[in-house]
């Protein structure tokens, strides 16, 4: 094991030898070292925490309280609702649309909450939905609203590379569509919203696929030029219809690229502040890693073999191996093919597998960052090889919202 991550194993041992696996903790240090890395990528654009990604109240008010961080975007509307109540945020976008007809009677009828909430929407569907739950004439305020701009890259016709979001991707659809908001009663149309998934989302140098990250890397270098043009279409065709607020835009694998595009105002980044394993296949930056989960050794089958209790904590998206948590710590670890992680056991080989006795503890990396904290009801926080504090989840708050 490399003397840095055999130190870090210790630090982690000492600071939760009381503790019995399955915990998660998150490592300070890391986690705002992580914070201030990104606000330096960032260049003077704030960065708006994406909830989804730390889904703890307290991580997310400690981001925002560190220079370079505003607003949280959310991803639904109860979520947003209870955030902007626990005094969590004055500022929170909903980063997908609502079908949530009380949640949107509650906002509209709210006139803080009005004010401090914005939904999104891509098409007047959605606008009709929240006519038909709350009648423009029986809003405290108007309701605020961003419009999605779908930012996949179309080469050629019947091609879409990139995540299936928006159907508005033209700056033409998006006028349309600002002319529609600015045009209803009981709407006030503040901003523009566009994730560049195709190139905030995929690492660029994945282990052990250079032909793919080849591939990966192709693309980008396309596609994001194509879409700062767009975007300052976009931009430009909205606002002869509203005075935007803002612009969103990025992802934690883009904000430096993101944020020198003139039209974003600024840039949404959280998975960063966790660093989960899946940004290891990144060139442009690599987050420290900062979330953990442990998980114990409980049975030894053969020499080269060691089974954790549980481990199935596998990611949302297109199911594969990169989906699946990462054994950390000791180092020399590896699931096994016929396996995986399970829900029950997690059996594990590799060079570490061999000094693993009944009792030791794993230390795994989620794939992705705030899904963690869907698996447990705390979490305990790490400075050196100290827990300084222990805080709830969503899940300990008893909030599961999707």
């Not at 940004?279 to 900062?290: C, L, M």
């Amino acid at each position: 094991m490399s003397s840095s991550r055999a130190a870090q194993q210790a630090r982690y041992d000492r600071a939760t030898a009381h503790l019995d696996p399955p915990f998660a903790i998150v490592d300070l240090d890391a986690f705002d070292a992580n914070g201030s890395a990104m606000v330096a990528r960032a260049a003077g654009k704030p960065l708006r925490v994406p909830s989804k990604s730390v889904r703890v109240r307290a991580l997310i008010e400690r981001t925002l309280a560190r220079p370079g961080w505003r607003g949280v975007m959310a991803f639904t509307l109860p979520e947003a609702i209870w955030l902007a109540e626990q005094g969590t945020a004055d500022d929170v976008l909903v980063a997908y649309p609502t079908a949530d007809r009380a949640a949107l009677r509650r906002l509209a009828t709210d006139e803080k909450l009005a004010a401090t909430v914005t939904v999104m929407v891509d098409s007047t569907a959605q606008l009709d939905l929240v006519d038909a739950a709350i009648p423009a004439a029986e809003r405290a305020a108007p309701v605020r609203v961003c419009i999605d701009l779908d930012a996949s890259w179309r080469p050629v016709s019947g091609v879409h590379i990139g995540v299936r979001r928006s159907p508005v991707h033209s700056a033409r659809q998006a006028g349309e569509l600002a002319a529609a908001v600015a045009g209803r009663p009981g709407f006030r149309l503040v901003g523009v919203m566009s994730y560049e998934a195709q190139i905030a989302g995929l690492g660029d140098a994945p282990p052990g696929r250079p032909v793919r990250g080849a591939l990966i890397r192709l693309i980008q270098s396309r596609s994001f030029p194509e879409l700062v043009s767009r975007r300052a279409a976009v931009v430009a065709e909205v606002r002869k219809h509203a005075e935007l607020e803002f612009v969103n835009g990025g992802g934690t694998g883009s904000v430096a690229a993101t944020a020198g595009d003139p039209a974003v105002t600024e840039v949404a980044a959280g998975s960063g502040l966790f660093g989960p394993w899946l940004f290891d296949g990144y060139r442009r930056w690599r987050p420290q890693p900062a979330a953990f989960f442990a998980l114990s050794v409980v049975r030894r089958p053969d020499p080269r073999h060691a089974t954790t209790l549980g481990g199935g904590w596998i990611a949302s998206g297109e199911t594969s191996p990169a989906r699946q948590p990462l054994p950390w710590l000791p180092e020399g670890l590896r699931l096994i093919g016929t396996e995986g992680a399970g829900e029950v056991q997690t059996p594990l080989t590799g060079p570490g597998a061999a000094g693993l006795r009944v009792g030791d503890r794993v230390y795994f990396r989620h794939a992705k960052a705030g899904e963690l904290c869907e698996h447990v009801n705390e979490v305990h926080l790490v400075s050196g090889d100290t827990i300084v504090d222990v805080v709830p989840t969503y899940r300990g708050e008893g909030r599961v919202f999707l």
